[in-house]
DNA sequence: GCGGTGTTGCAAGTGATTTGCATTTAACAC
DNA sequence: GTGTTAAATGCAAATCACTTGCAACACCGC
């Protein structure tokens, strides 16, 4: 695992226990989004069953460090991926099948700027994702 | 109410129903998206009182037809409001004290025609929403 | 190894949204 | 108007995605 995020764990005062340590390696290796549900299932394919509530309640840690992002994509259910190590980006996903893909790119923020002199809010976040029908659904 | 959605619920084999005509004038008079449940407590209020899955079902028909727009502001419910008459926009929302503000710009149009060409989806819709710190909560 | 603090499992609890079904109601044709 | 029928509603129960209380347990620094 990371360095960088082995420190942030314990920066935040985190322990580095056994089930967040599978927890994170799911996470790790998943290039696209996850919700708690899909971390919960592959860690039992992989013989490292824990409860559903400690995966929620990690995610939601990870998530408060900074160590993941969360993802809304309307679906009912969040999920969540890594930050560590790559770029700020927003994704799509279909309509028909819901498979997400990636979307290297931010427009945002220039927009960002205009928006703060617009509502007089300091902007800290914001989330986009597009919705649409992938070549097979088509 | 305004022919244009009389139309769409006729064209959409739909009946004009009273709590169906209470619940559209809610919505009509709410310029900021609003909650299943808010809509439920305003018709009440109103003296139209309906059960909650009757709000639920009638939002659910009307993001169908394309009368309304569902808002995900990741507050764990759902968000609609009218499109009739309204340029399609975004929000920003504070994150003290919920307070919500219409974005009456939407820089994505260009960029669909990126994302297209990248993914070779075809997009059919997005979510921009804005996530920060109001005046009086900064 | 020991102690203190953070973590986990388990079971129960929430809150939002959905669903089954018997009962109305709007819409349309006589 | 009256009848017919498909759609809509109320009510209660069910689902689904999380969240929480609490006792047992596991890191981590000493
Ligand atoms: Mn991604
Ligand atoms: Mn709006
Ligand atoms: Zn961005
Ligand atoms: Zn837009």
Chains 1, 2 share one sequence.
């Not at 995020?5 to 005062?13: E, F, N, Q, T, W």
């Not at 989004?33 to 992989?46: F, G, I, M």
């Not at 927003?90 to 790119?105: A, N, T």
Request: proline share 4%; aromatic share 4%.
């Amino acid at each position: 695992m990371a360095d960088s995020i082995v420190d942030s764990l314990k920066a935040g005062g985190k322990k580095l226990t056994k089930p967040r340590q599978a927890i994170l390696a799911i996470l790790e290796s998943n290039a696209l989004p996850v919700t708690a549900a899909e971390v919960h299932a592959r860690l039992k394919k992989a013989h490292a069953h824990m409860d559903l509530a400690t995966v929620y309640r990690n995610l939601t840690m990870l998530q408060e460090l900074g160590l993941v992002d969360p993802v809304g994509l309307r679906e009912g259910q969040m999920r969540y991926e890594v930050r560590h190590g790559r770029e700020h980006h927003h994704h799509i996903q279909c309509r028909g099948c819901g498979r997400i893909v990636d979307l290297m790119l931010c427009p945002i923020k220039k927009l960002t700027e205009l928006v703060e002199a617009q509502t007089k809010f300091a902007v800290e976040g914001h989330s986009l994702e597009f919705f649409g029908w992938c070549p097979q659904c088509r």
